[in-house]
């Protein structure tokens, strides 16, 4: 019953900005930390950004560079991913993650729950 639903993909321009928004759906859930990964053709799906539940705490992949901002809305449990100076490396479908474990929050095996994705396109 639970279920995870991005929104906010699309085509933009290199430089651009995007914000992908994920949703609850179904049974409430607890959660330990929640995470965007991302995924492009002939790659292996790679974190991304993750945030833990709790107190806010954050962490980026290290190509993001200071460029996406991670945030959460408990009330909503909702959780977003805010994009800046996208660039066409960038491209991939990118998808939302829950877990309840205690476990590391930049291993995709961690996560338990999974959208479906949303696509991020960013063209030159």
């Known amino acids: 019953q639970v279920e995870l639903v991005e929104s906010g993909g699309g085509l933009v321009q290199a430089g651009g900005s995007l914000k992908l928004s994920c949703a609850t759906s179904?049974?409430?859930?607890?959660?330990?930390?929640m995470g965007w990964f991302r995924q492009a053709p002939g790659k292996e799906r790679e974190f991304v950004a993750g945030?833990?539940?709790?107190?806010?705490?954050?962490a980026y992949a290290d190509f993001v560079e200071g460029r996406f901002t991670i945030f959460q809305d408990k009330a909503q449990n909702m959780v977003a991913l805010q994009m800046h100076a996208l660039k066409p490396e960038d491209t991939a479908i990118y998808y939302c993650?829950?877990?309840?474990?205690?476990?590391?929050?930049?291993?995709?095996?961690?996560?338990?729950?999974w959208g479906q994705g949303t696509q991020v396109t960013v063209s030159s």
């Open positions: 993650a829950a877990s309840n474990r205690v476990v590391s929050m930049w291993l995709r095996t961690s996560y338990d729950y």
């Open positions: 945030v833990f539940w709790a107190d806010g705490t954050a």
């Open positions: 179904g049974r409430a859930f607890p959660r330990r930390f």
